[in-house]
């Protein structure tokens, strides 16, 4: 069973367009993460979301919106697409905001 | 802020060598600690972790040892397989809000 999941894996995309990310957790965690990774392998926290509520944005343009309709999904659309844009993002969960995070295969966008 | 060094690589190795990968933190609280593995192409996985200073983490022949008064999480291993070449992160959670703080990782390659 996957843990972590998100979908699409692969996205390849223009600049300007707009596009969402999805992510699922079937682990029960209250608590979700998107990490972005960049060409240097590199790893940064966005955003994350306790039982809904978003508690951690860090400094993030406002074309990047996160929605966690549920405790088990938390999805990033993002605006406006630019070259910059282009990275792996990565999903996790938690129980509580002290625990191990879990994270999901990553989803490699590519801005042309 | 808080801050994870880790070792410049890529570090390449032969077949049962010995492995250390040097990890140095900044933190004004009490961090937990992980090492977290990524191997080609996939997402990051959990490989140990510590709470508590003196803890000694340990998974598939991999320790490391929660070092407070070196603020150091050095992660060992006696004896490296080629399937253990990848890219290992060393990160800590300020447990305030759940951020995890990456080290920059350190590429593994095991020659036969």
């Known amino acids: 069973d996957t843990a972590v999941s998100q979908t699409p894996k692969y996205l390849v995309t223009q600049m300007g367009n707009d596009k969402s990310i999805k992510c699922e957790q079937n682990?029960?965690?209250?608590?979700m993460y998107w990490y972005k990774q960049d060409s240097k392998k590199f790893l940064k926290i966005m955003f994350s979301?306790?039982?809904?509520?978003?508690?951690i944005n860090e400094t993030v343009p406002n074309r990047f919106s996160p929605k966690s309709p549920d405790k088990a999904h938390l999805n990033l659309h993002i605006n406006s697409l630019e070259l910059g844009d282009s990275a792996v993002y990565f999903c996790?969960?938690?129980?509580?905001?002290?625990?191990?995070?879990?994270f999901g295969p990553g989803t490699r966008l590519l801005v042309l | 802020g808080d801050s994870v060094t880790q070792m410049e690589g890529p570090v390449t190795l032969s077949e049962e060598a010995f492995l250390t990968i040097n990890c140095t933190y900044t933190?004004?609280?009490?961090?937990?600690l992980f090492w977290y593995v990524q191997y080609p192409g996939e997402g990051l996985q959990l490989l140990l972790k510590?709470?508590?200073?003196?803890d000694k983490g340990s998974n598939k022949g991999f320790e490391a040892t929660y070092r407070k008064e070196t603020t150091s999480f050095h992660l060992e291993k006696g004896s490296v397989q080629v399937s253990d070449s990848a890219v290992y992160f060393c990160?800590?959670?300020?447990?305030?809000?759940?951020?995890?703080?990456f080290g920059q990782g350190t590429e593994l390659s095991v020659k036969p």
């Open positions: 990160a800590l959670n300020d447990n305030q809000g759940g951020k995890l703080i």
């Open positions: 933190a004004t609280g009490y961090p937990s």
């Open positions: 510590a709470t508590k200073a003196d």
């Open positions: 979301y306790n039982n809904k509520e978003l508690i």
């Open positions: 996790a969960s938690s129980q509580g905001t002290e625990e191990t995070q879990y």
């Open positions: 682990l029960g965690h209250d608590t």
